[in-house]
C-alpha cells in the first residue's frame, strides 16, 4: 500500500504565499525517486487540473501558463516529500490540492498511480 500524505493548506488573502508538502511512504513504496512527481488542482464543479510536475531527480520541471513564474515544485528523495510553494496567490487558485506518484512526466490525471487525499487552499480576494 502507498501512501501520499498532503499538508500545509490553509487559507491566506490575495497576493500571499503557501506551501504546501506531500510525504510518501508504504510497504511497496520502494523508491521515492523512481517516481516522477506531479500537483494537481480540482475546484468546486471544475475538473482536476494540472498545476506543477518533477522529475525522478529533481532536475526538471513543468508548469502550465496559469501558475508559471509563481509556483514553484522541489522534491527531497531522502525525506521521501515533494513540495509546492505558491506565491501571488490569487482568488481563482482555490482548490483542493492534491500530489500525486507516477512513471510518466505527463500532465494528464490518468496517468499517475498514486494520490494523496488533498488539502484546501483558499484564497481570499
Known amino acids: 500500500q502507498v501512501q501520499l500524505v498532503e499538508s500545509g493548506g490553509g487559507f491566506v488573502q490575495a497576493g500571499g504565499s503557501l506551501r504546501v508538502s506531500c510525504a510518501a511512504s508504504g510497504r511497496t513504496f520502494s523508491t521515492f525517486s523512481s517516481y516522477v512527481m506531479g500537483w494537481f488542482r480540482q475546484a468546486p464543479g471544475k475538473e482536476r487540473e494540472f498545476v506543477a510536475g518533477i522529475s525522478r531527480s529533481g532536475a526538471t520541471t513543468y508548469y502550465p501558463d496559469s501558475v508559471k513564474g509563481r509556483f514553484t515544485i522541489s522534491r527531497d528523495n531522502a525525506k521521501n516529500t515533494v513540495y509546492l510553494s505558491m506565491n501571488n496567490l490569487k482568488p481563482e487558485d482555490t482548490a483542493v490540492y492534491y500530489c500525486?506518484?507516477?512513471?510518466?512526466?505527463?500532465?494528464?490525471?490518468?496517468?499517475?498511480?498514486?494520490w494523496g487525499q488533498g488539502t484546501q487552499v483558499t484564497v481570499s480576494s
Open positions: 500525486a506518484a507516477g512513471m510518466q512526466f505527463v500532465t494528464v490525471a490518468r496517468a499517475y498511480d498514486y
